[in-house]
Every structure is written in C-alpha cells, then in structure tokens.
C-alpha cells in the first residue's frame, strides 16, 4: 500500500490539490457521511497542541529571556506570557472563524462560528484522509497555539525597549489584522471529503445535465480557498503564516522603534545563556507537535515530519557553529543554538513534503545563510533588531517556503502534491511550484510588512512605542512591572 503524504496548502488546480497540514476548512466541507473520528488521531493533535504551548511557555519566553540583559529579563517573560493568554481568549470569540471559514473573499474568512458557535463536543473535521476525522475542538486548540506563538515570536525584535502598553495593544490589533488573513490565505481549503466527493459525483454522472452540475460543485469545491491556497503554495506547518510573517512584523517594528539606547556603543550581551540553552531545547521539543502535528493524523507522514524536524535541525546547527569557527575562530553555543532554531524555521514548511537527504540539505543552507543575515546584513543596514528575530524566523522561513517547492519534487525524495480530485500524486512541475512558492512569499512580506506598519503608527499615537532613555537605562522589569527577575 503506498502511503499518502498530506501536502497543506496547494492548489490552483485539481492537479495541485494537495493535503495542507496545519490547518483545513474541511470541517464545514464534508462529504455527506462525514469523516469518523479516530481516537488515536485525536490523541496525538491533543498532544501536538500541548508541545506547540512548552515550545511558547516555558520554551521561547526563556530562549529570549535568557539572550537580553538582566534588567529586562522579566519585562520579556511578561511579554510573551500575556501574549499567549491574550490570543488563546481572542481565537475562540473571533479568530478561528476568521482564519477558517469561506467568506466572500479569499483573503479573510466570516464571522459564522465566532464565539466557536456551532462547535461542540460532537463537531468533526477532516484530517488529509478522506473519511477520517478529529474533534473540531481539538484542532481549534492546535491551531490557538500557532496563533499564539507567532506574536510572541515578534517581541524579540522591540525586546528592551517598547513599553508595556504598545506591546499590549500591538498584539491584539496584529492578530487580527495580520495573522488571522495570513492564516486564511494559505491553510483554508474544501477539504478532502467536499472534492472527493464532488469528484465522485462527477464520475458516475450519466447525462449531460447532471455532468454539468457535476463540475460545477467540483469547480466550486476546487476555488473554496484562501488566495495563496489558490496559488499552490505549499506550506506544511506555517513557514509563511509563522516565520515570514513575524520575521517581517520584526523587521518593521526594530526599524520603527529604534535601536536600544547604546546600541553599538555599550556592551549588550545576553544574561544567560544557560538560561537560552533550555528555552532552545524546549523550542526543539516542542517543534515536534508544531510540525509532526501538523500532519493531522498519526500515521506515516507524521513519522517524516518527525524526522525531518530531527534531521534538519541537527544539520543547521552544525553549519552555523562550523562556519561561525571558520570566520570567527571560535565555536560559540549561541551559534549552534540560533543554527537550530533556524534549522526548526526553514524545515516547518517542508516537514511532510521533503525527504529526510533534502531535509539535511535544506538545514546545511540556512544555518550558513541565517549566521549571513545576523551578522553581516543586520550590521550593514545597522537596524537593531535585538534577537535576530528578521534574521532567523524571516530569513529562514524565506529559504524554508522556496526550498519546500525544490525538495516536494518525488525525484527528489519528495512526497509530492496529493490530487484530491484524481485520487493520487499530482504531476511535479519545477518552475510551477516554485513561482507559486515565490509569489506566496512575496505576498507574506507585503500583507506583514504593510500591515505591520500601520498598526504601528497607529499604537504610537495612541500609547507611544518606547520608554524613556531613563526608564530604559534603569529596566524594563523595574519600570514596567514594578518587580525583577533576580532578588539577590
């Protein structure tokens, strides 16, 4: 039995139509029996859910607590911890329903299960297989944590100097504006269920009337999707709607706020980076539920996001500590450990779409290139962005969304593009899954910088982004929060 290897965000065509991973709108897309829900699926995304929160809190509040100076150690701790709560209440009144209904629109969905109306205990979606289902809440909960940690991966950027204030009105009016559409944009698809049953419908059809109605419900089914869905971008686990997106937000917001105060003058060095080393490890850990999760299903096609994640992490830590030995002279933890969360970015959206060989691959050629944006690029324009939050997650998402239309390719190692319509693998066109890899890209980057722009302007008018010079000088624990991190 050949294994069907869901592909999470493709299709401008039937031939393109492909299983996207993280995210489906299957659940209001089914065929008419339904997809059935297994209870060994339904364990894992429950469980994948729980690893995608470690990898937020406690996992990346202490990578970035760790990497800033110990007088606003704590300010990013509450940074990323009320990030969290703060999006988890927004995705169930408004944001799931936005990210993952049909709309008029294909950049946004509706309104129609806002406050999760309609949801229950009993509500299923669709996995990548058709006829095979999990509880709608427990991929609502999976998905609340994708949402959650995109925001917070942003705050590394302002980190040490925007004021509570912004960063508490930014986070909600980003969510919402950016994220939200992003997320409709590349996972909102019919679902496998509506085409192979449209598809069915027009198989055994007999008349040319009922043909015609046929095609049309197939047609219909095939343009029920987000825009760059449409495109036949492809993006397992969030390259675009993670990485990109908050690598840009970073970007616009270290550029708008300004660089710390004695930015390239003063020493600012981490305060602890045994404190990093966890908050890496757990990132790793926690990686497996944000990609293998993605997969929907515990089968095999989880097993090879599996070791993807495994694989090409190891390979981008090794190649950012070993070319940082060849240039600097010395090996440095920091290194190996921003290689690996590189590593974990560029695979994300490639995870169920490459083989292991490519994924290795793709992890040697981002830990080289990420160390080029944090350390040549980010001093050359001189923008402050404090922990290379563009230069990893925005960089390496980049080389990531490219490369997963390279490595998808079957004479690759590739699992190539699933065709719901068809009922197998779809034919693999380079130079066309490239552009339409590119032109998600390209995409990302305006809706997050554009959009990342304005919401900020508009929080500098209503609050300010930054403390004062003095309150800055003194902490951000202290003045923020009224409290430290370390009472010695």
């Known amino acids: 039995m050949s294994l069907k290897i869901p592909n999470r965000a493709a299709g401008f065509s039937a031939a393109l139509f492909c299983a996207m991973v993280s995210a489906t709108a299957a659940f209001a897309q089914a065929a008419p029996a339904g997809p059935t829900v297994n209870k060994g699926d339904n364990a894992w995304l429950m469980t994948s859910a729980i690893l995608v929160l470690l990898m937020t809190i406690p996992g990346l509040a202490l990578f970035y607590g760790g990497l ?15 990030t969290v709560c703060v999006v988890a209440l927004i995705w169930v009144i408004y944001g799931y329903s936005l990210a993952f209904t049909g709309g008029s629109t294909p950049f946004v969905g509706g ?19 058709v006829g095979v289902g999990v509880s709608e809440l427990a991929f609502v909960c999976f998905q609340m944590t994708f949402a959650a940690i995109t925001p917070a991966l942003i705050v590394g950027a302002f980190a040490e100097r925007m004021k509570f204030a912004a960063v508490a009105l930014f986070v909600p009016l980003w969510v919402t504006i950016v994220y939200f559409p992003m997320a409709h944009m590349v996972w909102y698809w019919a679902g ?3 085409i192979d049953a449209a598809a069915k419908a027009l198989a055994a ?5 009922a043909k015609k109605t046929a095609k049309d419900a197939l047609d219909a089914a095939l343009a029920d999707g987000g825009q760059i869905f449409l495109w036949g971008a492809i993006d397992f686990a969030g390259g675009t709607v993670v990485h990109i997106n908050a690598g ?8 708008m706020v300004g660089k710390r105060t004695g930015y390239g003058k003063d020493i600012i060095a981490p305060h602890s980076l045994t ?3 966890i908050g890496a490890s757990l990132l790793w850990v926690g990686w497996f539920g944000f990609n293998a999760g993605s997969n929907l299903e515990a089968t095999g096609g989880a097993a090879l996001a599996m070791t993807n994640t495994f694989v090409a992490t190891a390979a981008a830590a090794l190649s950012w500590m070993f070319a940082e030995w060849i240039v600097k002279g010395k090996p440095s933890l920091l290194g190996a450990l921003s290689g690996a969360i590189a590593g974990l970015v560029a695979v994300t959206p490639a995870a169920g779409f490459s083989g292991p060989m490519g994924a290795i691959v793709l992890g040697l050629v981002v830990g080289v290139v990420c160390l080029f944006f944090c350390s040549v690029v980010k001093h050359m324009f001189g923008y402050d962005d404090s922990l290379d939050v563009f230069g990893v997650h925005g960089v390496g998402g980049i080389v990531g969304a490219i490369g997963t239309g390279i490595l998808v390719n079957p004479a690759l190692g590739g699992s190539g593009i699933m065709d719901y319509a068809a009922g197998k693998i779809g034919e693999y066109d380079l130079v066309t899954q490239v552009i339409s890899q ?3 890209v390209l995409l990302t980057i305006a809706w997050s910088g554009i959009g990342t722009a304005v919401l900020l302007f508009i929080v500098s008018m209503v609050v300010g982004l930054r403390v004062s010079t003095d309150k800055e000088r003194e902490g951000l624990d202290i003045t923020d929060h009224g409290e430290r991190a370390y009472n010695m």
């Open 438 to 440: 590119s032109k998600g």
């Open 68 to 82: 800033v100076r110990t007088k606003n150690m704590l300010s990013v701790l509450t940074h990323v911890f009320y």
């Open 192 to 194: 496998p269920d509506a």
């Open 275 to 277: 404190m990093t080393m």
């Open 248 to 255: 840009i937000a970073g970007l616009v917001a270290a550029i």
């Open 111 to 129: 309104f129609s299960k806002a406050f999760l109306s309609g949801i229950t205990t009993d509500s299923v979606g669709g996995t990548f297989s």
């Open 205 to 209: 059809a007999t008349d040319e009337a």
